[in-house]
Every structure is written in structure tokens, then in C-alpha cells.
């Protein structure tokens, strides 16, 4: 069996040993009536959690798993990789992430509800010393999910139609509630086991009978397309250097071809073939950055038979060739580390 792709992010950023001092705090700028503003109990409580760990700009861990803070104040180029079911919060900037052939953009106080696994490139858009962003990511517990949706008296309707797996959504006072406790929780690491289950479970409750409610639900309601689709994908993602028939991924699925195919399309934005693609290209790019394997060397170990085939489909996908990609990113990874 192929290894499977890695779903943790190459962020380039400094691990918490490496991050430079913080320059002085750069207090937000009032915002007008019109414009979503951030409670400052909130922004407090990420800036005490970001000077805890030695300030700076990068990726912040809180201590429970699955939750951490980003704080960037550079230009941060496009990231592919594979998202988990998560949320993907904005305090401060703007954020943006394609998937498939769309585009969506994401500000202050919104929140991206990623609902499945799905290959898709984010980006960090124009923060600077002066204009920093400022972002939480909590991944979801499915387990969960169902717990909480199990216990609603009125389930929300999951809406007819498939759509897109990636979808915003408003950052609420009641969400944004959960936010600071988890964060203020960080300083008391004692009160984790027993409290942070319970802010989950509320965040969770707020999901479900938020707006996108009936989309929530359909990640834990048996034999939805979501659910059917997801089955499959757990199969390429765990033989993506395989050769994988749509019949055998439809018969998964507990779909005909065409209905799989159509589906899978809706929920992803991509075709089955297109999905195992960007699996193989993801996890040729992790080879090379993390383990300094060469182009063939990774090319052959995702199940590619021609590097030039590989190096032709990774610039069109990455927009940039492997080795340059990979030198790049490198000095990236260098340029922050040292900063």
C-alpha cells in the first residue's frame, strides 16, 4: 500500500525555537460602523497567546490538538495542500483559497468551514508589519459532530442539492465566545482535559444551527453523498500511487459511475481523476521539500512512469516547475527561519 499524503501543513514559517522577536504591537485601526469588528476580548486574548510563545510571526499551537493561532506580516505565497474538516477563522487581513476552478475570499470576523478532505491552495493576501494577519484553525471532530447532532430536538434539513465542500460564514458573538475560552483555557493547561471537550461540543451546536447547518450535518449523516463521496476518497488517498478505476471507486461508494462521477464533481469542483492528481503532485512536493528527494525519485515513488509527465503536470498545477518550486520554498523556509 502507498504511503498516504500528508495532510499537515509545509507552512513557511519558523518552529517556536525559531521565531524572531516581535517588533511592537501594531494596534488595529478603528473600523466604521459598516465593517466587522473583532471583540477585543478576542484580539486580546491571541496577542497574550502569541507573546506567550515568544511573539513574532508564524504558526502558534495551542495546547490542545487541533487548534492553533497564525500570525503572518509578509507576504505568504500560495500553500497546496490537503485540508482536513476544519474551520479556518479570520481576526485580522484576508484570506483566500482555490479549489478546483473556484476562488473564495474570506475577511474579518468569517469563518471557512471545510467539510471533507479536499486538495486546495491557500493564500495569505497582503499582510505587512503594519497591516498583519491574524487567524485562528480548529480542526473538527466528526465523532463529535454526531454526538451534538444526535442530542438536537429539531435536526437541520440537509439541503437537497450537493454543492461545493468549502463554503464562509460570520463569525457570531456566541462562536466568537468559544474563541476566547479556548484560547484563555491555553494558560491553564490543567482545565484542558476537562473543559475543552465542552467549548468543542458548543462549538459544534453553533455550526449545526448556524446557516449552514443542513451542510454540517451531512459530514455524519449515513449514506449521503457527502458520506458516500468521503468513503471513496479515503480509499485514493490511501492508494493514490495506485491505478484506481472509476467503477472501482463508484462500487465504494455505493454509486453508478455516472452518478459517482457527477457527485464527486459537485462536492469537490474536481473530477476523480483531477482529485488523485493533485493527492500525487501533493505528496511529490512534500517528498522533495521534507525528505530531499530528487524529481524522478519522487515522480516514480507517487506512481508516475515519466518525470517529464510529472514535471509537466506539476508546472500546471503549482504554476512554477518542481526543482524551482522546491528551491523556493527552501529558501523560504530559510529566510523566516533566520529572520
Known sequence: MSRMPETARILPFPTNDERRVAPMRVQPLPSSSSEPCVPAALLDSVFAHVDTLGGG?????????????????????????MYRPSLCIVLEGLKQIEFGDQSLDYGVMECLIV??????????????????FLGMVIELDIEM??????????????KGHDGPSLFVTRVGDHF?????????????????PILFPSVMREI???????????????????????ERITRAIRVMRENFAQT????????????????FHQHFKALTLMTPVQFQKQLRLLEARRLMIADAANVTEAAYQV????ASQF???YSRAFGVAPKRDVMERKALLTEVGAA
Open 311 to 313: 514535471s509537466r503536470e
Open 57 to 81: 510571526e508564524g504558526l502558534f499551537p495551542l495546547p490542545m490538538s487541533g487548534v492553533n493561532v497564525i500570525r503572518a506580516m509578509r507576504h505568504v505565497p500560495a500553500n497546496p495542500q
Open 145 to 158: 459532530i454526531r454526538s451534538v447532532l444526535e442530542q438536537l430536538p429539531n435536526m437541520p434539513a440537509p
Open 204 to 226: 459544534c451546536y453553533w455550526l449545526l444551527t448556524g446557516p449552514h447547518g443542513g451542510d454540517i450535518c451531512k459530514l455524519v449523516l449515513p449514506e449521503t453523498h457527502l
Open 115 to 132: 467539510s471533507m478532505e479536499i486538495p486546495a491552495t491557500g493564500r495569505i493576501v497582503g499582510a505587512s508589519p503594519q497591516e498583519p
Open 176 to 192: 466568537a465566545d468559544c474563541l476566547v475560552r479556548l484560547l484563555r483555557m491555553a494558560q491553564t493547561p490543567e482545565a484542558i
Open 303 to 306: 506512481g508516475y512512469e515519466s
Open 244 to 259: 484506481l478505476r472509476i467503477e472501482q471507486l463508484a462500487d465504494i461508494a455505493r454509486m453508478s459511475p455516472s452518478s
